[in-house]
């Protein structure tokens, strides 16, 4: 082997290595410490067929959880169904059909779990979508399921979170919610929270979700005040998923190198979402924004109580709750 290839081998072998323990010491975060177990007690998980929510959902059956996976494709639902059982060696596993982008089908999962289940503990608000288009209502994509589609969802289920308390909502939202913006006066005419398709628009649209969603739990958390139901809103880090399947080819081949490095699994990107499920004696943070499993301040956007209750009456409209 020449010398040029030996030199070639050391540096490509050191970034790998300096990369690895990089990525342990620093990337991976801090893991949910929680040793809960969960029999008897009824999960709902958005978006659970790949991403962090599979991840999310086969730790909580693992711990004995009865799990639906809330869904909007049958076919990709029920391959996920398989796996989680597989992995969580649990047979307490439901594929449930939810597409957050319709109101519609919001209303009838709800109706379905409401006649064929008998609890709900836990709540996890984990679907999100990164691209721009409309909902079959009219709503602005990211708008509609990011934040409408579990809104309504949240809504439609809170009576029977009563009943089972202390139970929890947990909402994932992002740390991109720092530059989100609430736009109520093009909410009101487009039913949108901005408008244009350019890459940079995306990620504001996609930011604004994520703000609506740190605030509604914000808001949730005021009206749950006396029940034993707590709320918490979280970035789950940055996490190599499928979130960007809908990106340019460009960016993504970009994002490749940077991802496998510098990027959570998506088992490592759950572990704030179960520590916000889990962790005992939260109570007290209800309404809280988490972080590599730990409760962050935020800016004071984000806990502005006047946006939060206007948003709170914007969403009862936009999703035909009143
Ligand atoms: N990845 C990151 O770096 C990152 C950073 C901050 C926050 N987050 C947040 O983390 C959450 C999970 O994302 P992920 O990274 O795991 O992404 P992912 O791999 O793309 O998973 C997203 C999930 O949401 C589902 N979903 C999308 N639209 C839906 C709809 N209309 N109805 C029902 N489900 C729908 C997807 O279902 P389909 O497979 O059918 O599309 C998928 O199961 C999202 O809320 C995201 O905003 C992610
Ligand atoms: C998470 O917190 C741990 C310990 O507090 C720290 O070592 C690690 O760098 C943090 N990771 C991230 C991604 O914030
Ligand atoms: C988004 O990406 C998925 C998976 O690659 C693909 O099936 C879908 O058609 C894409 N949607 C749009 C509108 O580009």
Redesign the pocket.
Known sequence: MSDMMSYFLLIVGCVIGIGYIFHNLVVKGNRCTSTAKLHGKTVIVTGSNTGIGKKTAINLATRGARVILACRSQQRGEIALAEVMEESRSKEVVFMQLDLGSLKSVRTFAENFLKTEDRLDLLINNAGIL?Q?KTEDGLGMMFGVNHIGHFLLTNLLLERLKTCGPSRVVTVSSVGHNFGKIDFKCLNTHKALGTGTSFWQTMQIYSDSKLCNVLFTHELAKRLQGTKVTCYSLHPGAINS?LS??SSNVLKALLKPITAFFFKNTEQGAQTTLHCALQDGIEGLSGRYFSNCTVRDLYPKAKDDVAAKKLWELSERHSGLV
Do not use: F, Q
């Open positions: 691209l288009g499928e399947r809908n």
